[in-house]
């Protein structure tokens, strides 16, 4: 609908344009006159007018209203090029074109607001599916684990339970699961609603990135670092970025490739940096995603049909959200053999100083 | 060796019980206090070796309490803080906390802190060498070792290596090093601070990329071990 977005202009622009389409069709009309009568000439304007409150503000369309009338008045009823009106027809003539103006204006004027309160009524249905997808997808996420500690108590505490020691073991691993997975969650849940919340604001630090990197593969259990390979780029400069979120970014994306592109995954890190960008590249050889959905999967909540249990949709809307955030952006494109790439492009500011002079 | 005394201050009573358990069962005498000025008492009348603090008190802020503590109390205070963000914590180490640990947290990197941090209490330079792990330094001469071999250092990165041997196991924020090393008024320059913990790190580190020694804090600043 590229026709509404003329309400969205200022409201200058909305009284020059509406002004000169008054103007040009009155002009127009002034050289026909002759040949199609000024009470035509009314009609036309009557039209002119409603197309111009189908478009504009209701300011606007008033003034071309009354604009529209004087004109008629003044250029077209005889005695033209005055205001004087001397036949009753034409008297009650002038009275209908204004009522009928204005009438017109209002109207439209009000189907418009009809219009935008079923709009946000529907916006409102879609908020609260959201919510409640946001509601389940959570209690699903949290209680998952929560589930899996209180279960896990109990046996471990059940006197008339006989544990090996394997077993034994073997829950306090599932607690141990549990409580990093519920903390994950709570942290993207914090990083959501402060990127809604408009509060957080880039802080930009110059980064040795091949570290950075490095760090957050190591972050990782022994048994995923392994699925990862990371050559650091020795080429690539200190840059300026916010080391914080670009962290979160890099966790998020590699927790995502480790968690669905499956067993036998290996997932490779390219850093590059030409033209004042830096480009990082992560790849795993996975199935890919759907082409159909790989537009999806950066909006919230978002999860991809029939994908593995666990995952909240939270954590690839964050990386697009930090990502843009410090004026980058990120896409994902199936690989041409198997898997798929996710690529972030930031702008920055570098320093190739990297041996000042010691004193 | 006598046992050394820590004080928990923190509100959450589980925290306080974990804390307990864990601490007693790693050999050290626990004291437990439930709010800042509870806290401040207990410190105040048996001075302890460390103090774990929490920043979100029911009486009084941890900040608040952490500045008052620091006016006569010169141990180690390490945070134990739900605050992750780079700014609580480099605010916390400025207003002088030893270091700072978010919650989650593990303990044996809890152990690992408190044990470092203690070490720090009683670090007096006697000697004028001192060694760490694979590395030694010799602060009267000027030198440092890699596994008996001397390895040639320009005079800042003699200081700034010099600093974290002084300051080993804490957090040193980029601030304090810049103001340390470079003087006041290099306080915005971190740049340069990268750029020789760099070239360092390609001087003692094994693989300067996975550094063993001289371990980056994000946001905050670094930390020697």
Redesign the interface.
């Known amino acids: 609908m590229k026709l509404l977005n003329t309400r969205e202009l200022s409201s200058i622009k909305q009284f020059i344009i509406s002004t000169a389409i008054i103007l040009t069709i009155a002009l127009i009309a002034f050289f026909f006159k002759e040949l199609i009568g000024y009470k035509v000439v009314a009609l036309i304007l009557l039209m002119a007018l409603s197309l111009i409150a189908m478009l504009f503000e209701i300011k606007p369309v008033l003034f071309s209203a009354l604009l529209s009338s004087l004109i008629w008045n003044f250029f077209f009823i005889p005695p033209i090029f005055t205001f004087h009106i001397t036949s009753t027809e034409d008297g009650l003539m002038f009275l209908l074109y204004f009522i009928i103006a204005f009438v017109n204006t209002v109207l439209s004027f009000k189907i418009r607001k009809e219009e935008k309160k079923a709009r946000q009524k529907e916006k409102e249905v879609e908020q609260i599916q959201l919510y409640n997808t946001l509601l389940n997808s959570l209690s699903h996420e949290l209680r998952t684990p929560i589930s899996t500690i209180i279960g896990s108590v109990d046996t471990l505490q059940d006197s008339s339970i006989h544990l090996n020691e394997h077993q034994r073991k073997e829950l306090l691993c599932q607690i141990d699961t549990a409580g990093i997975r519920l903390n994950r969650q709570v942290e993207n849940l914090l990083n959501m609603s402060r990127l809604e919340s408009g509060i957080l604001s880039p802080s930009f630090e110059w980064c040795e990135t091949n570290e950075l990197i490095s760090k957050v593969i190591h972050d990782f259990p022994a048994m995923h670092q392994e699925k990862i390979k990371f050559v650091p780029n020795e080429t690539i400069p200190l840059m300026k970025i916010d080391i914080g979120l670009m962290e979160q970014i890099i966790h998020n994306l590699l927790h995502n490739s480790i968690q669905y592109a499956g067993e036998n995954n290996k997932i490779t890190i390219d850093s590059i940096f030409e033209k004042n960008v830096w480009k990082l590249t992560i790849s795993d050889t996975g199935k890919g995603i759907d082409q159909q959905y790989i537009d999806k999967i950066f909006d919230k909540f978002y999860r991809v049909p029939n994908s593995k249990t666990g995952g909240s949709g939270l954590g690839l809307s964050i990386v697009k959200g930090f990502v843009e955030m410090q004026n980058g952006n990120v896409y994902a494109k199936n690989n041409s053999n198997t898997g798929v790439s996710f690529t972030i492009e930031l702008p920055v500011d570098v320093s190739f100083i990297s041996n000042l002079k010691n004193e | 060796m006598n046992k050394a005394e820590i004080l928990v201050i923190d509100d959450e009573p589980q925290i306080r019980k974990l804390l307990e358990i864990t601490l007693e069962s790693n050999n050290f005498i626990v004291r437990l206090a439930e709010n800042a000025k509870q806290g401040i008492q207990l410190a105040a009348n048996h001075p302890p070796q460390l103090i774990l603090l929490d920043l979100g008190l029911p009486d009084k802020s941890g900040h608040e309490v952490l500045k008052e503590l620091r006016l006569w109390y010169d141990k180690a205070i390490i945070i134990l803080s739900v605050l992750n963000?780079?700014n609580d914590i480099v605010q916390a180490l400025d207003n002088g906390a030893s270091d700072y640990l978010t919650k989650?947290f593990r303990t044996a990197e809890l152990m690992a802190r408190i044990r470092s941090a203690i070490r720090q209490n009683n670090n007096v330079i006697v000697n004028s060498k001192s060694t760490c792990d694979d590395l030694e330094i010799d602060y009267s001469a000027r030198t440092i070792c890699k596994n008996g071999e001397s390895i040639k250092l320009?005079?800042?990165?003699f200081n700034l290596l010099a600093l974290f041997f002084k300051n080993e196991g804490c957090v040193l924020t980029h601030q304090f090093i810049l103001k340390e090393i470079w003087g006041v008024g290099y306080q915005t320059e971190?740049?340069?601070l990268?750029?020789?913990i760099?070239?360092l790190r390609k001087k003692i580190e094994v693989d300067f990329?996975?550094?063993k020694h001289i371990i980056?804090e994000?946001?905050v600043g670094y930390r020697f071990i």
């Open positions: 963000h780079e989650p320009t005079n800042t990165e971190t740049h340069y990268r750029v020789f760099g070239t990329h996975q550094p980056t994000s946001g």
